[in-house]
């Protein structure tokens, strides 16, 4: 079946390191998109995808970083610059970009 | 600026009717969305309004007023499993990068 996989689903950063989510999606979509969830709020634009090898920022870039190097993968960064990384992440796709989102499963990232 | 209201939290019993609503102020409009996301879960695309109107799908309804900056999700014969957030979402533009997300309401589902 076609789908998004984020991994891991947890996932604990210490202080000063940089960490790596991954999402890979089988459906064939040209952009992809990683939000950032916070209680309380709605979802924050962090990067997004339209095309391989080319990424905007979002709302809320500061402190992550992407990259777009295959269709399927769009790994999202967390940097130690991010000094208030403690969130659900969620990366989506879409077959256009303005189709309906398809949503992974979320990586909950949280601070040792 | 952008807003999009809706309750944090709604409790409603098995088999019933439930309407959650959201309100929107924002600089533009190209089409509301209404997801489900269950705790800890992949949020799900259950909607798509663009026009005012009802659009029915199943036990779910989204109903769309734009001069209102207005829309509801009616949810019908309520199951357990309809225990999730509802999260809607404003597009501003013609792009998915342009949308504006409520903070999403919390429906509990009672036997």
């Known amino acids: 079946d076609g789908g998004i996989t984020q991994s891991p689903k947890y996932l604990f950063r210490k202080e000063g390191q940089n960490v790596t989510l991954s999402c890979e999606q089988n459906l064939n979509h040209d952009a992809m998109y990683w939000y950032r969830q916070d209680p309380g709020q709605g979802l924050r634009l962090i990067y997004y995808?339209?095309?391989?090898?080319?990424?905007q920022k979002g709302d809320i870039a500061e402190g992550y970083s992407v990259s777009r190097e295959k269709k399927e993968s769009f790994p999202l960064t967390v940097t130690s610059a991010q000094k208030n990384p403690t969130a659900f992440y969620l990366c989506?796709?879409?077959?256009?970009?303005?189709?309906?989102?398809?949503f992974g499963s979320g990586t909950q990232l949280s601070v040792l | 600026g952008q807003n999009i209201d809706q309750p944090t939290e709604m409790t409603a019993t098995e088999g019933a009717i439930v309407q959650i609503n959201c309100t929107y102020q924002?600089?533009?409009?190209?089409?509301l969305f209404w997801y489900q996301q269950h705790a800890g879960e992949a949020p799900t695309f259950l909607s798509y309004n663009v026009l005012d109107g009802l659009e029915e799908k199943g036990r779910f309804s989204s109903f769309l007023s734009r001069s209102k900056g207005y829309s509801y999700l009616l949810l019908k014969e309520l199951q357990m499993k309809d225990s999730a957030s509802y999260l809607c979402?404003?597009?501003?533009?013609?792009?998915?990068?342009?949308?504006?997300w409520g903070a999403g309401t919390k429906l509990i589902i009672k036997p």
């Open positions: 924002t600089s533009g409009f190209n089409g």
């Open positions: 995808s339209q095309i391989v090898n080319d990424f």
């Open positions: 979402a404003v597009r501003v533009g013609d792009s998915n990068y342009q949308l504006i």
């Open positions: 989506a796709s879409s077959i256009e970009r303005n189709e309906k989102l398809f």
